[in-house]
């Protein structure tokens, strides 16, 4: 590792050598983790260029001493030597010279979540921010829980650890790591996970820890000089070159390739005017590609404007594609109407009530997830109250285990899909898997993009009806949460994970006039009489101008007084007066049940078709 480390050279972005965007490969960093761990301080000491929103910029920010929004930063490497040969066939990195990490820093107080998940779905690697003292704590453990739903790489930085006594350190270092690695055994990401001490913002040594805020509001520019790559101590960051290696060794670099096809899909998360220009909407590229001069949409507002020019990071350019992170100003428009929201190609984007997702439970929810209840409904940005109904295969030879794709978008994204010709029931909760310790993967690269190590589990449909509209990317991944739990309880949120299958914007809805969901209806009858110890007749079943071809072969269940119960199955019918022959699946050899058989009662479970889930477009939400 020492010697790595001087393979590292950060730089801020006034270097000549930057002036070409294309030889400058893009990765978003999210970088999340529970209150006062450190987070923006990290972000801080990495940094070389600052943006909207950067280090707690906001007044209430700073004056409450936490991260309210999403931040934004970045810092720029020169490709370093051995990286590059560690992925000798990636298209984009052998014609950059350059890696700009844009780092995505997440609030980490629970009343927050909605923000952390909107900012997890646009980053491609997780930092998790650690405080080397309490470890893992309640937002912690949700951001796990995220980072196994969205992620396939994690790196942990355990923060603060100037605060233990130098003689000690590198023994508390050693023994919290075990602490760390036992936790995340049982994670996808497994015990060996790549764990960095660092001190972000070291303090010498004996001396408290606290938390400054500043009392003016300085300009971007002046905080940027300020505090980029800088310490509030003055003491140098501890670890920081160290972290930036772990990062380049365990990162999946994601692999950019847009086509003339793909729409353009911009996450916006920022949006303010600037005076004499026009409004500036800050946020990333989700696919496809603009170019300045272009028109895009903003299908919120119902509006179209015009790209008048584009920033990454305060450089203009003239275009930029998926992955990005950019700045796009137009002209006249209110910044007040689209504080967050989706910008895209004109008419390519249109909104939806309901949603018909796969959908898998996330084993760290301990309550039930059951049917027609209603939970928060996470799609980029964007949370509404939703109502779920769930439903699955009623073949389990039909049953497999789901993968969700992060890369919904793109070519690599799973094309879901849902069979028509089968039957489907309702259950009443959606089962979760048992977490179990993870063995480590040799080749991290032949897991499934969104596989989760949790073991199999069946596949599990829904049915979400959302209190309003909202405008969905087609196979969104979504998260549902009960986000209105008492925040200071110590349990997870985050119910189940999902990816849309269909954006039911249509009435009615066809996939749901096809589906065949079925539900059990019981139906009573008598024994007619006994022919012999396996042979039956059987009457009051049916209405005589029943089509009782339709039940030959079914399985009934023969029930007497004391609570006896016979299995057999409809082997025909028996006259014209509705009555049918009944094979019994076992002889009955005792005299005294054989005696009793002729008062028994015949029950059928058939199954009607349902039409719960083609009525739900007219639920009203309460």
């Known amino acids: 590792m020492e010697s790595l480390t001087s393979t590292i050279e950060r730089m801020d972005n006034t270097s000549s050598e930057l002036s070409d965007p294309q030889k400058i490969m893009n990765i978003n960093l999210g970088v999340l983790g529970h209150i006062d761990s450190g987070k923006t301080s990290l972000c801080r000491a990495l940094s070389t260029i600052a943006s909207t929103s950067a280090f707690d910029k906001s007044t209430q920010s700073r004056t ?37 990490f844009t780092l995505v820093d997440c609030p980490g107080h629970a009343s927050l979540m909605k923000t952390i998940i909107g900012g997890a779905s646009i980053i491609d690697m997780m930092m998790l921010v650690v405080d080397a003292q309490k470890l893992v704590q309640t937002q912690t453990a949700e951001c796990i829980v995220l980072g196994e739903l969205l992620m396939d790489r994690l790196v942990v930085a355990m923060n603060k650890v100037d605060m233990f006594a130098s003689e000690e350190r590198d023994k508390m270092i050693e023994q919290q790591g075990k602490k760390l690695r036992t936790r995340f055994a049982f994670t996808r990401f497994g015990e060996n996970i790549p764990i960095i001490p660092v001190a972000a913002n070291p303090k010498p040594e004996g001396a408290p820890e606290e938390k400054k805020a500043l009392e003016e509001d300085p300009t971007l520019e002046e905080y940027k000089a300020a505090v980029c790559g800088q310490t509030e101590s003055g003491e140098p960051p501890i670890g920081v070159d160290e972290l930036i290696i772990a990062i380049l060794k365990h990162i999946k670099l994601p692999v950019r390739q847009v086509k003339a096809s793909d729409p353009f899909m911009f996450s916006i998360d920022h949006c303010f005017q600037i005076k004499g220009q026009g409004t500036v909407m800050t946020g990333t590229v989700l696919s496809g590609q603009v170019k300045v001069g272009d028109n895009i949409e903003l299908p919120i507002l119902k509006q179209e404007k015009r790209v008048k020019s584009m920033q990454m990071f305060r450089k203009p350019v003239q275009s930029a594609r998926q992955g990005d992170r950019l700045g796009i100003c137009v002209a006249q428009l209110d910044a007040a109407l689209i504080e967050r929201g989706i910008a895209t190609t004109p008419h390519s984007l249109h909104s939806t009530d309901l949603i018909l997702a796969i959908v898998k439970k996330i084993p760290y929810f301990t309550e039930p997830v059951k049917n027609k209840s209603k939970f928060h409904i996470t799609i980029g940005h964007q949370t509404v109250i939703g109502y779920c109904l769930f439903f699955t295969a009623v073949n389990t030879t039909y049953q497999q285990q789901v993968q969700f794709s992060k890369a919904a978008l793109s070519e690599q994204g799973l094309q879901l899909g849902i069979e028509s010709e089968i039957d489907y029931q309702f259950v009443d909760e959606v089962k979760g898997a048992k977490l179990v310790k993870q063995q480590v993967v040799a080749k991290e690269e032949q897991k499934g993009a969104g596989e989760a190590a949790i073991g199999n589990i069946p ?21 549902a949460s009960k986000l209105d739990k008492d925040i200071a309880a110590k349990q997870c949120r985050l119910a189940f994970q999902g990816q849309a299958i269909s954006l039911c914007n249509e009435s009615p809805v066809p996939i749901f006039e096809k589906l065949k969901i079925v539900k059990e209806k019981l139906k009573i009858g008598k024994v007619d009489r006994v022919t012999d110890a396996r042979n039956l007749i059987i009457r009051d079943l049916f209405q005589k101008e029943t089509s009782q071809e339709l039940f030959l072969n079914k399985p009934v269940t023969i029930t007497l007084p004391e609570g006896i119960s016979l299995p057999g199955t409809i082997i025909g019918t028996f006259g014209k007066s509705g009555k049918q022959k009944v094979y019994l699946k076992d002889e009955v050899t005792d005299a005294a049940v054989l005696e009793k058989l002729a008062q028994g009662e015949v029950e059928l479970k058939i199954r009607v078709l349902s039409k719960e889930v083609a009525k739900i477009r007219n639920i009203k939400q309460h």
Request: hydrophobic residues 45%; charged residues 15%.
């Open 64 to 100: 409450r001493g936490i991260t309210l929004d999403l931040g934004f930063s970045a810092f720029i490497i020169r490709i370093p030597d051995w990286f590059r040969s560690l992925h000798p066939t990636h298209p984009q990195l052998q014609s950059c010279a350059f890696i700009q």
């Open 459 to 479: 596949v599990y449909y829904a049915a979400i009806k959302l209190e309003r509209e909202i405008f969905v990317q087609p196979q969104s991944l979504l998260i």
